[in-house]
């Protein structure tokens, strides 16, 4: 029976494995709907569009994550729609499930994926692929979507690293670019509509009909063409796909006011990731950092106003009960009214343990009044800054304009306000990059211990540097750049820790926390590849590869070895993929899907960059002309309301 729980055949194996309440389900604030809340057509044709959300990594990791909590709402708002969410199961349950045959089931009613219509997979990072594959197969959905039949789900990618998902084409049957909102409203209505009329021309119909909304990509419906040398011919419609795109454009959601969601938030009953309650006050940045595919792909800057703000977070602190508030965006401090959002809401929790917390902040966007306010009640957490690049020149390159005195102007203020430590943030590997450029990091962080010690007249004062390895990602400007080895990137690493451990004076007031370069050249393979790394993924999944984005599953070993030998009959290997720099008449894997960024735009930018020029945020200067706003009928949205938030006690 579809939709049947299979929670009978689940909980003898939950003994059996780690943490088995992350398998159990019955979160506040979940949600089990009817299987047939839809109806049904006056010809019986049944009405209900069934989604379940894959989040393909551990269950700590996917439950917190705002984009497939936002949809898990706003699908079940839905009156002809249910959603239910699953995540990639640990290796012991896999073992368990497989030796049982308990297929993968969703964690809200139990109910075996391939019950469902859609599989929605969220990818925040390419190391989630060998995920999607242990979920497809377990269960029971066909690897390929060339061999998925008429009652397997359609499996649609979402999520940053769909902006590029040629790597997984052979494995997904559509994705979707951009925000999620409305797009997934719109999928809904189309399939109840198909179901309604009976299921017209199966499987490949719907996926027609998807692909003529001009909103949805799907693979099979185009052919790729290559170069003797490997490059990218063309890639186009394939030749009976009449009414298909050329191009497939990304969804943007406008005012967000629009779009109060989650309302109500779930709440993990295992310890995951964050332990708190987040409200997205704005989406996009155009800050230009080159480096940022979050950036550039979110754009148009769009404002939550501070009321909508204080609305979502009255109602999300009462229906979960937690007591912290994140307030969340790529740049949260510079939402046009931070200072009255910290302010008002710093007013109405006093007196109560509600804490507000920020990401990373931007080092030119941070101030102690700011930082007071999310203080108030007496917590005073650690501050993280990023600076991203180690030398003036290289922030430069990046776009990051920040200068050296910018951060110590900065540090000062926060430990002479208090503050004992400061995290700062750089990567290593960016375009240009030279040894100086990161060992100036040490002599950075240095001048940070020495000026805290200064302004505060204490010893107890610490910095730690974390330092991740640059991976140039698709629709940015430095989507043409070369990226630095594994052994390049680590034995610049290696300079900077001895760098930073050759004096004596600042012993283990400095901490340093980095990344090795291998996993960086395995997301830089997937992150820039096309259609052919399908064979090196499933190759990896076959000999074991799971749970790629963990350090302790991760092997460099197996990723090199299945890619020699996946890739060996093909002009093109890891290096073509990843220490490569493209010329500008490339066509690249992605460009068939629109962005709204101009390609031109973006090439002018990377050749400003290998000028050091710096360009401005267009919020607050004229148009760079980019192409998003005129390509996608879109605007930036910046207040201020000139509107405040009054100390309400929370009912």
């Known amino acids: 029976m579809s939709g049947h729980s299979r929670f009978a055949d689940l909980e003898p194996l939950l003994e059996k494995v780690s943490k088995p309440i992350q398998y159990v389900g019955g979160e506040l604030n979940s949600q089990v709907k009817d299987w047939d809340?839809?109806?049904?057509s006056p010809e019986g044709e049944e009405l209900t569009t069934r989604w379940v959300l894959l989040y393909p990594d551990a269950y700590e990791v996917g439950l917190p994550n705002q984009g497939v909590m936002i949809l898990y709402e706003v699908l079940n708002e839905h009156p002809h729609a249910l959603a239910e969410r699953t995540y990639t199961v640990w290796p012991d349950m896999e073992q368990a499930m497989r030796e049982a045959g308990v297929p993968q089931l969703t964690v809200d009613g139990h109910r075996p994926v391939a019950d469902f219509d859609v599989l929605g997979v969220s990818f925040s990072t390419e190391l989630g692929y060998t995920n999607m594959l242990t979920t497809l197969d377990l269960a029971g959905i066909p690897l390929h979507a060339a061999e998925r039949g008429?009652?397997?789900?359609?499996?649609?990618?979402?999520?940053?690293?769909?902006?590029?998902?040629?790597p997984v084409s052979d494995f997904i049957d559509a994705a979707v670019v951009g925000d999620g909102e409305q797009a997934v409203l719109t999928i809904t209505n189309l399939i109840k509509d198909w179901k309604a009329q009976g299921r017209p021309g199966g499987r490949a119909e719907l996926l027609l009909r998807l692909a003529r909304t001009g909103g949805v990509y799907v693979p099979s419906l185009y052919d790729v063409s290559y170069l003797p040398d490997g490059r990218i011919q063309r890639v186009a419609p394939a030749p009976g796909a009449t009414g298909v795109p050329w191009r497939v454009s990304k969804h943007t959601v406008m005012d967000l006011d629009e779009w109060p969601y989650p309302k109500q938030p779930?709440?993990?009953?295992?310890?995951?990731?964050?332990?708190?309650?987040?409200?997205?006050?704005?989406?996009?940045?155009?800050r230009g950092c080159r480096f940022c595919q979050a950036g550039m792909i979110t754009r148009p800057v769009r404002e939550r106003s501070i009321t909508g703000i204080g609305e979502m977070v009255d109602k999300g602190l009462a229906a979960t009960g937690f007591e912290e508030v994140g307030l969340l965006s790529l740049s949260s401090a510079d939402h046009s009214e931070i200072a009255e959002v910290a302010k008002g809401l710093a007013d109405r929790y006093e007196g109560t343990q509600t804490g507000l917390s920020l990401p990373s902040t931007r080092v030119d966007a941070f101030n102690i009044d700011l930082a007071n306010e999310l203080t108030r009640n007496g917590r005073r957490s650690g501050l993280t800054f990023a600076p991203e690049g180690g030398s003036e020149r290289i922030r430069k390159v990046i776009n990051k304009m920040v200068s050296e005195q910018d951060l110590i102007n900065t540090v000062a203020a926060a430990y002479g306000a208090g503050w004992r430590q400061v995290k700062l943030y750089f990567m290593c590997g960016l375009p240009t990059e030279t040894d100086e450029d990161v060992l100036q990091i040490a002599d950075l962080a240095k001048r940070v211990i020495d000026t805290g010690r200064e302004v505060s007249g204490r010893r107890d004062i610490r910095c730690t540097v974390s330092i991740g390895g640059f991976v140039p990602k698709p629709h940015t400007p430095f989507q043409w750049c070369a990226q630095l080895g594994a052994e390049e990137t680590d034995a610049r690493l290696t300079k900077l820790k001895e760098a930073l451990r050759s004096d004596k004076r600042y012993g283990s007031a400095i901490g340093l926390r980095y990344h090795d370069g291998e996993p960086g050249i395995v997301e830089g393979l997937l992150s820039r590849g096309d259609r052919r790394l399908g064979r090196v993924i499933e190759?990896?999944?076959?000999?074991?590869?799971?749970?790629?984005?963990?350090s302790e599953h991760f092997s460099y070993e197996r990723w090199m070895r299945c890619a020699g030998e996946a890739l060996a009959d093909l002009p093109v290997d890891v290096a073509w993929y990843t220490t490569r720099e493209r010329d500008e008449a490339e066509v690249l894997p992605w460009d068939h899907l629109d962005s709204g960024l101009d390609k031109e735009w973006l090439w002018d930018d990377w050749q400003d960059a290998l000028d050091e020029t710096e360009v401005e945020d267009c919020r607050w200067t004229p148009c760079f002309d980019c192409g998003v706003c005129p390509q996608m009928g879109t605007d930036i949205q910046v207040g201020p309301t000139g509107k405040t938030l009054l100390p309400l006690s929370v009912v």
């Open 37 to 40: 809340c839809g109806g049904r």
């Open 150 to 166: 008429l009652d397997d789900p359609i499996v649609l990618a979402g999520g940053h690293a769909a902006f590029n998902p040629e």
């Open 266 to 286: 779930l709440v993990p009953l295992a310890e995951s990731v964050h332990e708190r309650m987040s409200v997205e006050i704005f989406r996009g940045c155009t």
């Open 539 to 550: 190759s990896v999944w076959r000999d074991g590869g799971r749970f790629d984005g963990w």
